[in-house]
């Protein structure tokens, strides 16, 4: 079992940047792939960034590339995710979610967290 719990959400203007965090509790977090979603207000939930259990390997939405950063620290069961550049259309509830290693990238997640809310002004 892996318990997810994601912060560092908040008000930014068009252009600036944040950075989420996500800990994940239990001692087999090095073993999990893990990924950050986002939903917006009346849409379905997207995909976001990805990043191997090894830390070695990502992979990111096209709407992100060159902008956002996905990255993880083991040792502190953390992962996490620097937005840069950030645009109106990036305002979502971002959550964090976790699966043990497997195939690549992954296509089903088995933990999810609760979500921060990202809010950019333009």
């Known amino acids: 079992q892996v318990q997810l719990v994601e912060s560092g959400g908040g008000l930014v203007q068009a252009g600036g940047s944040l950075r989420l965090s996500c800990a994940a509790s239990?001692?087999?977090?090095?073993?999990?792939?893990m990924g950050w979603f986002r939903q917006a207000s009346g849409k379905e939930r997207e995909f976001v960034a990805a990043?191997?259990?090894?830390?070695?390997?990502?992979y990111y939405a096209d709407s992100v590339k060159g902008r956002f950063t996905i990255s993880r620290d083991n040792a502190r069961n953390t992962v996490y995710l620097q937005m840069n550049s950030l645009k109106p259309e990036d305002t979502a509830v971002y959550s964090c979610?976790?699966?043990?290693?497997?195939?690549?990238?992954?296509?089903?997640?088995?933990?999810w967290g609760q979500g921060t809310q990202v809010t950019v002004s333009s």
């Open positions: 239990g001692r087999t977090f090095s073993s999990y792939n």
């Open positions: 979610a976790a699966v043990r290693y497997g195939s690549w990238p992954p296509t089903k997640y088995d933990y």
């Open positions: 990043i191997a259990w090894t830390g070695g390997t990502k």
